[in-house]
DNA sequence: GAGCACTGC
């Protein structure tokens, strides 16, 4: 446990909230005196922003930058938040002239960092977003053929590869966020070693540049891989931090985090806490603890208000962190790690860590998921800041990559898309384990997006065009042939949420009531199709979302993908509208398509299910519509280990049409 | 009659 002072949360953006952003601003509607105007203030920005830009750490290492760049074919580039590389090293390239054929393509895990970033950017070099700057990401796109700084999700890259192998539009690629090993970055690393050897041996190419930005850890490993020498240490800020450790190890860290919390209360100075914790049913436990707490405190002691921050929780009471603490109160914020990388709140003053988090793991034996609770690596707690000194010693270096622990279907499906015939080859920065590749390989070769030989078909490279996993984009494919492409859609894209309800733990039974005229007999998937219906025939209303407990911003995520979804099959030539109406019978057939291995059988007496793939034992899950229905044969789309092996987003099918399914299936 | 870290296309 440990409180300190807190440095901002924000990586290379520390002044941005002070910079007026008028990149948005509409040029469409002005006059041309207005536009004048607007023009000079860009430029007015611009100009007061080169001052800020020479106060960056990385100012000071340009010329070098610049030269090693020019110099070498990769580069790694270090430096801890607010050395200001993200900002700096797009924009050094381009003054330098280094990038005559072809843009600056810079990679983020996060879509606000990318769009936040591009928007600094843009304000610094005195550009119109979507001109010389811009920013690609999932439903938002605001680069043109003028971007040559593009700011990106690495998904997003990934997504190029596809159409443009040889990502001819660059000069340069960086990645950024390297150390944080998300799965899509560490094939990029692989990916970009081929393209550069590629574009190396055709002489009709100019050569690609590769830039590796990371946190000063483990940039040995990265420079290694990437056959170079060159690793450029970028200095970081120095900011006032005293780190307080706890001298044992907490045995109960939710007990420490109360006590560590209520001491810094009635013994520190005024200023908020960040309390970090693994997970919803903590926060809510410690939230208790600590109003109860509160009541206990003399009058003229500061009050405390609580706040909770977590991602299922709905956006206006995620936002109500924002809210200054008023006179008198001191703010003690309960958040997950939502509050490590994603959401920057100002007036925290100490921060108490309880080291741990929540972590999923994909079983590959017995294809299940899981979510334990884990110690957090260095590279977290650095980002929460420091933690008990022994227990430091003890974490891992850095957190498990992605690749490592996670279900890998579709990544090996995009790897087969871009022509790497073997995968178990593939030159990873940590190779998955070939328990984890081999279940992958089945699972789409079972899907027949692989033939015998591992070689990709033309189902599978129709599959790997849709943002979708396989078992989804399998039966949107198949939807075609069924007439039920519409009714599809919509069920794929409700099921790219982890859940359109909302269930506040204190109107568990409200919520439930209110869940009730939605369910259909048939299961969850029908189910959920009728809270799509019943949510547009109120056009989405929140008053209607509330009431009936429906998640307002997960709806609207789900009516993105269908639209991203609609268009796709339309330019694929799917109809997107085709239906079946209301023939369900149909259109859970076609579910069966993606997933009749995810199908289980009743067992006599009161035993729970049959899994038809495995024959292990399998439950639906309890908050599933036929919980305790005992139906004679199920679909899930999804099979999680908790206390038992739990199904989820069940459905009613019968047991007949499993009889010869694989044969019915699309060649 | 259980349990819902966080991203991304």
Known sequence: MKSKRRRSLADDNLESSKIPNITNVSNKRLNKKQKNNYDLEIHNIAQRLKGFRKELPIWKERKKLVQVVKENETIIVTGEMGSGKSTQTPQFLLEAGLISNGAIALTQPRRVAAISLAKRVANEIGSKLGQRVGYSVRFDDTSSRATVIKYLTDGMLLRELLSDPLLLKYAVIILDEAHERTMRTDILFGMVKRVQDARKNDKSCSPLKVVIMSATLNSQKFASYFNTTMILQIPGRQFPVSVNYSFVPQPDYLDAAFTTSTQIHTNQPPGDILVFLPGQEDIEILEKLIIEYGTTLPPDKLKIITCLLFAALPTEQQTKVFDPSPPGTRKIILATNIAETSITINGVRYVVDTGKCKMKKFNSRVGMESLSIVNISKDSADQRMGRAEEEYNKMEKNTEPEIKRCNLASIILLLKAFGIDNVLEFDYLDAPSRSLLKRALEQLFILKALNNQGKITDLGRKMSEFPLEPAYAKVLIASEQMSCTREVINIVSLLSVDSIFFSPQDQRDQALDMKKKFISPLGDLITYLNVLRSYETHKGDLDWCK?????????????????????????????????????????????????????????????????????????????????????????????????????????????????????????
Not at 625 to 631: A, D, S, V, Y
Not at 632 to 647: G, H, I, R
């Open 547 to 667: 009431q009936n407990f429906v998640n307002k911003r997960n709806m609207k995520h789900v009516i993105n993908v269908r639209k991203q979804l609609i268009q796709l099959c339309t330019r694929m030539n799917i109809s997107p509208s085709s239906t079946c109406c209301e023939n369900y019978e149909l259109l859970l057939k076609c579910m069966l398509c993606g997933f009749f291995r995810n199908s289980a059988i009743l067992q006599p007496g009161n035993n729970g299910y049959k899994a038809v793939g495995s024959n292990q034992v399998v439950n639906v899950h309890p908050s599933s519509t036929l919980f305790n229905k005992k139906i004679e044969a199920v679909m899930y789309t999804e099979l999680v280990l908790t206390s038992k092996p739990y199904m989820k987003n069940v459905s009613v099918i019968q047991s007949s049409w499993l009889v010869g399914i694989s044969s019915n299936l699309l060649e």
